[in-house]
């Protein structure tokens, strides 16, 4: 990446992207990125630009963990999807296949097509509007949504944690060809200290026993995100993640069990929801105790995107059948 910043003209409005247009922008810059090591480079770049030359009173940690997750989600999807064409299937065979080698298989395949991705910046005082755009065919943007959100598209989709920046209040947009993605991070969630999933109105099922374990599972995971953003040492990282995994099973058999004994039609269906989750809390546990892994933010934010779309929609469908019980 050159060391020169392009000073354009803002390039969000020729994506008819109306909601997240520019409004009295301090600088609006395009940065062409070539190769995945640039990524740190331009954190550090975009830093500069935030607390030495505008002087933007944000919390430093909260402003990289952004900075790192949208550019470590968008840049690698916009590769491999956009400008490498390789679908979901084929990335997972060429995981399976080239390992730890991988990443740098990516490299070299996106050299030889010389595109690179423009990873544009438009930072006013209220809000850091970073963007990724690539030149491929894109994708349908409604895989992305929280209406769509599945087991087995979370199972399939990469960028899960752009999904996980979407739970902490940030507004992602992308223009209709799939291809040019927008992150919008406002100067109120850069100001709070910490990061937080919020239990909003969405997640209450009209059962307090079950509001009150759901709402307990949010601060779980919330502590897992400050591991994140903090860099927590590992024995508090994996202390986290032991409670996390011993509730789960706790809030999950309380909730079959009432299951059972009103004979809520559903139940089967639910148990096998409740089971796979437990089995994907299960292989974080073992990544991290076992295997000695950190934290990823694809599996934190596939397993935040998972609970929120299970309660929302899943838990919900029970509120009137125990309601009509008697039950709340």
């Not at 500069?48 to 470590?72: G, H």
């Not at 968008?74 to 399976?96: C, F, M, R, W, Y």
């Amino acid at each position: 990446m050159g060391s020169d910043l392009e000073l354009v003209e803002c390039m969000h409005r020729e994506e008819g992207l109306r909601e997240l247009n520019c409004s009295n922008c301090k600088y609006c810059l395009s940065f062409p990125i070539k190769a995945f090591s640039e990524i740190d480079t331009l954190v550090s770049k975009i830093k500069d630009l935030i607390y030495n030359q505008i002087n933007l009173a944000w919390d430093a940690s909260k402003v990289s963990f952004f900075l790192k997750v949208v550019l470590n989600e968008a840049i690698p999807n916009a590769v491999e999807h956009g400008i490498l064409g390789i679908d979901s299937a084929q990335k997972k065979a060429l995981h399976q296949e080239l390992s730890a080698d991988y990443p740098a298989h990516i490299q070299k395949r996106w050299s030889e097509k010389n595109k690179p991705v423009v990873v544009s910046l438009c930072l006013s005082p209220k809000r850091i509007l970073l963007g990724c755009h690539d030149s491929g065919e894109g994708f349908d943007p409604e895989l992305y949504t929280m209406s769509s959100v599945n087991k087995n598209s979370l199972l399939k989709l990469s960028g899960r944690g752009l999904m996980l920046l979407d739970s902490l209040g940030v507004n992602l947009q992308w223009n209709a060809k799939g291809n040019s993605v927008l992150c919008s991070i406002s100067d109120k969630t850069l100001r709070e200290r910490k990061l937080q999933l919020h239990f909003d109105k969405i997640f209450h099922v009209g059962v307090e026993e079950f509001d009150a374990q759901h709402q307990k599972l949010f601060g779980f995971f919330n502590l897992l995100l400050n591991n994140l953003q903090e860099s927590s040492d590992d024995d508090t990282l994996l202390a986290t993640i032991v409670e996390l995994t011993n509730y789960v099973h706790l809030h999950l058999s309380a909730e079959e069990k009432k299951m059972r004994e009103y004979n809520y039609p559903g139940y089967d269906k639910h148990k096998n929801e409740h089971e796979y989750f437990s089995l994907q809390v299960l292989s974080l546990h073992d990544k991290v105790q076992k295997k000695g892994e950190a934290l990823d933010i694809e599996v934190l934010g596939f397993l935040v995107g998972w609970l929120k779309n299970h309660i929302a929609k899943t838990d919900r469908g029970y509120t009137a059948f125990f309601r009509e019980r008697g039950v709340s």
